[in-house]
């Protein structure tokens, strides 16, 4: 393997899984994320230098998976459809029920929404950061929160609504 003088596959290797973990959220399909996360670390290693001086890089690769999300979407909205079929995986989660209705009421919302949730509620991130991540206004950011817990509360139904408050 060749030296990596400006650190980025040590990057890549801390903040790969991460990134996958969101990836996954966002679209709903392993391989489809599989597909986002390499897009994005190409594009983050094709301007390393610049993303290494930044403040936050895991924040600034966070915010390019999420353009490539929606730029995916955009691409593809008229092509594909989502599966209501989840991949086999083997998870040590003690609630799977709970776990596959709460990845199945995401996966029935609009991408935009399913984006603004997963940013601000799975990386607890601000409203100020969303919006910027996903070049939204703050107000916007907000709205859509709102509407699209809404819309998961429908989703998951009475069973789980106190989850989701």
């Given at each position: 393997m060749a030296k990596d003088p400006h650190g980025f596959h040590e990057f890549a290797a801390a903040r790969g899984a991460s990134l996958f973990r969101t990836a996954c959220l966002l679209?709903?399909?392993?391989?489809?994320a599989e597909d986002l996360v390499q897009t994005t670390l190409g594009k983050l290693y094709t301007s390393w230098r610049r993303v290494q001086r930044a403040d936050h890089p895991a924040a600034y690769a966070r915010t390019v998976l999420m353009r490539t999300y929606m730029s995916h979407v955009r691409k593809h909205s008229n092509q594909e459809t989502p599966s209501r079929r989840l991949p086999e995986t083997a998870a040590a989660d003690a609630d799977q029920a709970l776990r596959v209705t709460l990845l199945n009421g995401l996966a029935q919302l609009p991408p935009?929404?399913?984006?603004?949730?997963?940013?601000?509620?799975w990386e607890d991130m601000s409203v100020?950061?969303?919006?910027?991540?996903?070049?939204?206004?703050?107000?916007?950011?907000?709205?859509?929160?709102?509407?699209?817990?809404?819309?998961?509360?429908?989703?998951?139904?009475?069973?789980?609504?106190e989850l989701i408050r």
């Open positions: 679209c709903g399909d392993r391989h489809l935009q929404d399913r984006a603004v949730l997963v940013l601000r509620y100020e950061d969303v919006a910027s991540a996903l070049r939204l206004s703050g107000g916007a950011v907000r709205n859509r929160s709102m509407r699209a817990l809404g819309r998961l509360r429908e989703a998951l139904g009475e069973e789980f609504q």
